[in-house]
T-cell receptor, first 115, second 111 residues
């Protein structure tokens, strides 16, 4: 499967624990985006990364949230000390980074439930 | 005020109907306009994208962009039950970077 791969698909955490969500972009894609979707709402931009660089983190909460896209390996979205309001579906998308057309290719999402 | 406003729905139509889905926006910098389809508990799937104003047709789907009115539409002809999903409009300013999404319209096509 050459699509965007996200894991875990489902994650349950208790308040105060840490959540780590991973995303491997499509083969040949160098740009990764993270979006959050609350129930019955649209996708809200969180962060845009290229390899080893955060390009735009204007949608990231100032505290507890961080993201990285290392030279080797998947992109990671990390949420520290989770609270109930963090329960949502987190989607990763990738794009080629060249000949930009606005197209994003999404993974199936990671659904975080905070108890 | 949100940058992108989407007709909220939900929308329910009989099979074979023509469906019109609409979004308005406020940011004049948007140049790329996309429509995504999202089935329940799945990731969004790109249906169509358009650069600047004009129409684009792909099978039963037609996307229209009117930049002067800051208004975009997606038309679905001969709608099928398999078209039942949530449709999201999205826009971006170009040069890579983030896309801004509408909140989605849920469509149900009844056999």
């Amino acid at each position: 499967n050459a699509g965007v791969m996200q894991n875990p698909r489902h994650l349950v955490r208790r308040r105060g624990q840490e959540a780590r969500l991973r995303c491997s972009p499509m083969k040949g894609h160098s740009h990764v985006y993270w979006y959050r979707q609350l129930p019955e709402e649209g996708l809200k931009f969180m962060v845009y990364l290229q390899k080893e660089n955060i390009i735009d983190e204007s949608g990231m909460p100032k505290e507890r949230f961080s993201a990285e896209f290392p030279k080797e390996g998947p992109s990671i979205l990390r949420i520290q000390q989770v609270v109930r309001g963090d329960s949502a579906a987190y989607f990763c998308a990738s794009s080629p980074g060249t000949a930009y057309t606005g197209e994003l290719f999404f993974g199936e999402g990671s659904r975080l439930t905070v108890l | 005020q949100k940058e992108v406003e989407q007709d909220p729905g939900p929308l329910s139509v009989p099979e074979g109907a023509i469906v019109s889905l609409n979004c308005t926006y406020s940011n004049s910098a948007f140049q790329y306009f996309m429509w995504y389809r999202q089935y329940s508990r799945k990731g969004p799937e790109l249906l169509m994208y358009t650069y600047s104003s004009g129409n684009k047709e792909d099978g039963r789907f037609t996307a229209q962009v009117d930049k002067s009115s800051k208004y975009i539409s997606l038309f679905i002809r001969d709608s099928q039950p398999s078209d039942s999903a949530t449709y999201l409009c999205a826009m971006s300013g170009g040069n890579a970077g983030k896309s801004t999404f509408g909140d989605g319209t849920t469509l149900t096509v009844k056999p």
